[in-house]
Structure formats: structure tokens, C-alpha cells
């Protein structure tokens, strides 16, 4: 089953990632990688480092010729950087010229120093950076393009940029350059001013700006996930996905919080019967006030969730009270480049990571050494999705 490790630190040479369990013959190439991660650098408000991060790829292992080979797959990528930080970040025994000893509030340097027995934040936060998410995106881009064998695709938006909330609609599944084409991947246009304007603004006062993204899955086959076991239902994998995307503090599948304020009769979704509906087995739901999801499975309705991310912790001026834990004295946090706002990239990063539990539940459910074999299978379990009655249980 499809499984992923990356490594690497911010400023360190690369980041690697190693995705095991792609089946063989899935087509694949730099070029794809690359196209996603300009993605993940685009949007209003991201830092000076977006304009020179090029993300140079090299496919390392379990590509022949453009296709997989059913091995796992290794893919580098290279800090363009490098060559400023090789001092500072060399795996050479040495010391570092200066240590970071006053830790952001909100950040991962406090608490990491404290687990790790760390005297340098900075043995904290090249890990805990966002930066590490360059290379789930690469192991996301595999798990598209396996879910695009059998018809899914995912795709996300901004819906809320500080105080500034989109009242536009719901994005289509080919609406993917609509979304891209606004820098702050919102569709509604008048919002999306706002949101500039909002950015701005921060960025004046040197502050930071949090938001909310929805990520959308179309297509998903009915079935992924479990009710059975507790760490097999889908909407807790998800969660757990999303949740660990950096300064991710909250995670809403449909309504959910609407829903926590309705009676049972206002939050369910009805259940009709539409012979044409053959990708559901002929079953349609009225509304989706679910998300998609039922029972911690997929309904084979659209997969819809909406992610929440805190404002970064990195400020260029408000001054953030912390303690120096070289003097032990009152202090201001250190500041490292930041960016104000980085819900647009966020939104990219969502996708990544709803594609990776799909494409790991759809080969749970469907099996397959080779594309052809998964396509086969989960062609075969389509066209039995309408067999639930007794009469079509063998005796």
C-alpha cells in the first residue's frame, strides 16, 4: 500500500522523499513534480524566498523511461540555497556561528528545545519548517496521478483570508486553472480583492495572516475507509493528513460545525434511488451536508473539507514577547523570513495530502501490482456496486 517518508531540512542541500507501493507502469516525469510545486509556490503575500526557490528535481530511483517500476521511487530536491547555508548546516562536526536561543511564540522552537534537550532553536526549526511540505507535494503528485487512472481528482480554494470570507460558489472538478489563476486561489473575484487588500495591510504593520482553504475530491469510488476499526475510517485519516500540515489548527468535513448546531432532521443527507447514477451503484443523496463521507467511508458523493490555518508565527515588526533561554532573561523572539499570509500554498498542500489517504485507500480496496491491474479492479468493483440486495448474494 502506498506509504511515504521524506527528509531533509529547510536549508540543508535537498530534500528526498521515498514513495513505496506505487504499482508499476504508472507514467510519471520531473516535469510533473516541477508543475506542482510552482503551484505550492504561487500566492499573494508569500516571502522573497518564493522568487528564487526553483525546486530542481532529480528522479533518483523507480523510474525507467518515463514509468514506474513498482520499486520505491526516490525523488531529490535541491536547495538552491545551498551554497549560503553550507557553513551554518554542515553535517561536519563544528559549531554554528550564532545560536537562536530567543524562540518564537507559536512556533515549534520552545517545546522542541525542551523535548530534544536542544541549545540552538535552529536544531528545531529547519525541520519543523514548512519547507518539509516541497516534498510531500512531490508525494502527493504520485498519488494524483494514480487516482486519475481510475477518474479522481482533487482540487482546493481559498475561502477565508483573515476577517475576509469568499460567498462565491463551489469550484467544478475542471476548474483547477480558474482557481490557479487568481494569486490568492479564490474564485469569487470581489473577495478576492479584499484578500489582497487584507495582505497588504499586514504586511504594512508587519503582521501575518491566517485563513481558510476547502479541499474537494470528485470522482472518489464508494467504499474507502471502514467503519470496522477505529485508525481504518477515512475521515480520522484524513484529519490526521490535514492536522499535520504546518499551523493547520482546525479541520471541518461538510458542515460540521453547522451541523453541531441542527436537529437531525435539518443535517442528514436523503437517500433517492437514480438508475443513472452508475458511479454510486445507482443511489444519489439529496443534499451533502456530509462531506462525502458516511460511517468513516466514502459515499461516492463530492469529498468536501475545509481546513483552518493559524497566522504564521514569524513577525517582521510586532513585537512577541518570549524568554532568552541563553540568559534566561525577558526577550524578543528572533525572526527568521517569513511570509504575511501562506493560505494559498497551504490550499496546494491540502490537496497532497488528501490525494496521498485516496490513492492509499483505493489500493487497499482494489489491490493491483500494476496500473493496469488497479484500473481493472477498480473497473470490476464499479460495476458491482449495485448488488446489495439478497437476491444477488449466492446462496
Not at 30 to 46: H, K, M, S, V
Not at 148 to 153: K, L, P
Not at 231 to 247: E, N
Request: net charge negative.
Amino acid at each position: 500500500m502506498l506509504r511515504y517518508l521524506t527528509a531533509g531540512e529547510s536549508h540543508g542541500p535537498s530534500l528526498t522523499v521515498i514513495v513505496e507501493g506505487l504499482p508499476a507502469g504508472l507514467a510519471i516525469s520531473a516535469e510533473d513534480f516541477t508543475t506542482e510545486l510552482a503551484r505550492r509556490r504561487l500566492g499573494y503575500g508569500r516571502g522573497p524566498r518564493m522568487r528564487f526557490e526553483k525546486d530542481e528535481i532529480a528522479i533518483t530511483a523507480g523510474v525507467r523511461h518515463g514509468r514506474t517500476l513498482g520499486s520505491p521511487l526516490c525523488v531529490v530536491i535541491a536547495n538552491t540555497e545551498w551554497p549560503k547555508w553550507e557553513k551554518e548546516m554542515s553535517a561536519a562536526p563544528g559549531q554554528p556561528e550564532k545560536k537562536l536561543t530567543a524562540p518564537r511564540p507559536g512556533h515549534a522552537d520552545l517545546v522542541g528545545m525542551q523535548k530534544y534537550e536542544f541549545d540552538d532553536a535552529r536544531d528545531v526549526l529547519e525541520r519543523a519548517s514548512a519547507r518539509e511540505t516541497a516534498a510531500r507535494v512531490v508525494a502527493g503528485t504520485c498519488a494524483r496521478l494514480l487516482l486519475a487512472e481510475i477518474g479522481v481528482s482533487v482540487l482546493s480554494h481559498v475561502v477565508r483570508l483573515g476577517v475576509v470570507a469568499s460567498s462565491s460558489r463551489r469550484p467544478g472538478a475542471g476548474d483547477r486553472e480558474v482557481v490557479d489563476a487568481s494569486d490568492v486561489r479564490c474564485i469569487d473575484e470581489s473577495a478576492a480583492e479584499l484578500m489582497r487588500a487584507e495582505i497588504a495591510a499586514a504586511a504594512k504593520e508587519g503582521d501575518s495572516l491566517g485563513g481558510v482553504a476547502e479541499v474537494l475530491a470528485f470522482g472518489v469510488p464508494v467504499g474507502l475507509g471502514s467503519h470496522v476499526h477505529w485508525d481504518r475510517k477515512i475521515d480520522g485519516l484524513l484529519a490526521q493528513a490535514l492536522m499535520s500540515i504546518p499551523a493547520v489548527k482546525a479541520i471541518e468535513i461538510g458542515d460540521g460545525w453547522t451541523q453541531a448546531t441542527q436537529r437531525g432532521s435539518q443535517a442528514h443527507d436523503a437517500i433517492a434511488r437514480d438508475d443513472s447514477a452508475t458511479d454510486t451503484g445507482g443511489f444519489i443523496r439529496r443534499s451533502d451536508h456530509a462531506g462525502g463521507i458516511e460511517g468513516g467511508m466514502t459515499s461516492g458523493s463530492v469529498l468536501s473539507l475545509r481546513v483552518a490555518m493559524k497566522p504564521l508565527a514569524t513577525l517582521n515588526r510586532p513585537v512577541l514577547e518570549t524568554v532568552d533561554l541563553a540568559t534566561g532573561d525577558s526577550a524578543v523572539s528572533f525572526r527568521e523570513r517569513t511570509d504575511v499570509t501562506a493560505v494559498p500554498a497551504m490550499a496546494v498542500i491540502t490537496e497532497s495530502m488528501v490525494a496521498l489517504v485516496l490513492a492509499a485507500e483505493a489500493q487497499r480496496k482494489f489491490g493491483g501490482d500494476s496500473v493496469a491491474e488497479f484500473v481493472r479492479n477498480a473497473r470490476n468493483a464499479q460495476e458491482h456496486l449495485g448488488d446489495t440486495s439478497s437476491a444477488a448474494r449466492p446462496e
